[in-house]
């Protein structure tokens, strides 16, 4: 069983719209972590949200909130006010285990193609 | 400063070749880790080091060995290489204590 799931292999939106990137998990563990990385069509990882297990509120940086639905294992990012730089691929991916310890690898989903309409 | 270099960042090179990605970091992170993306831009782990010890080894073949000389290096060998190892590999490393994961830039490796 995919433990990162993405279902929408691509996804448009007009410049200056909201758009929210679908991502559910799949962990019997209590403490994991869920992350976002943007990848632009240059190459490079970048990270943009975390969210802990145990965090109580919903992360959010600048213009990324991560729409943390524990119940249902649900990890959806929320990008406001799309711009034509946010066009890229975007991935969803989860560490599973306490925040210490050395074997805890990331487990990505297999990534929404963002394009921005101008 | 880069927190994570890779070199190089294109490789090209013929079946049957040996061929090694160097990486290293300046963030004092203990693990750094191998992921490995193919032309469907799937990411998945390849070994991961703590503090120069191999901490995983994901069903990789042979061919491919990391080498760690400190924790701050971790560098990729592979032999005798095949059409199907073409793909971007990216380094990346994580604090034990918690944190995000930072990746290097990529190498993009293609072999004819």
């Known amino acids: 069983a995919q433990k990162i799931t993405q279902t929408q292999p691509g996804m448009f939106v007009q410049e200056k719209e909201a758009v929210t990137l679908d991502c559910t998990y799949d962990t019997s563990d209590p403490s994991y972590g869920l992350f976002w990385y943007k990848q632009p069509s240059s190459g490079e990882m970048i990270f943009l949200i975390y969210q802990g297990s145990y965090d109580q509120q919903n992360a959010t940086e600048g213009r990324y909130s991560l729409n943390f639905q524990k119940a249902r294992k649900s990890a959806n990012l929320v990008i406001s006010a799309s711009q034509l730089g946010d066009s890229a691929m975007y991935f969803c991916a989860m560490r599973e285990g306490h925040s210490g310890g050395s074997n805890y690898k990331l487990t990505f989903g297999k990534g929404t193609l963002l394009t921005v309409n101008p | 400063d880069t927190a994570v270099s890779q070199t190089p960042k294109y490789l090209v090179t013929q079946m049957g070749n040996d061929k090694s990605i160097k990486c290293e970091q300046n963030l004092g992170h203990d693990t750094m880790y191998w992921y490995k993306q193919d032309s469907k831009k799937f990411l998945k782990i390849m070994f991961s080091y703590n503090n120069k010890e191999l901490i995983i080894n994901e069903t990789v073949p042979n061919r491919f060995s990391p080498k760690s000389p400190d924790k701050a290096h971790l560098n990729l060998h592979i032999n005798s290489l095949e059409l199907g190892d073409s793909a971007v590999y990216f380094c990346?490393?994580?604090?034990?204590?918690?944190?995000?994961?930072?990746f290097g830039s990529g190498t993009r490796l293609t072999v004819v």
């Open positions: 990346a490393s994580s604090q034990n204590t918690g944190g995000g994961y930072t």
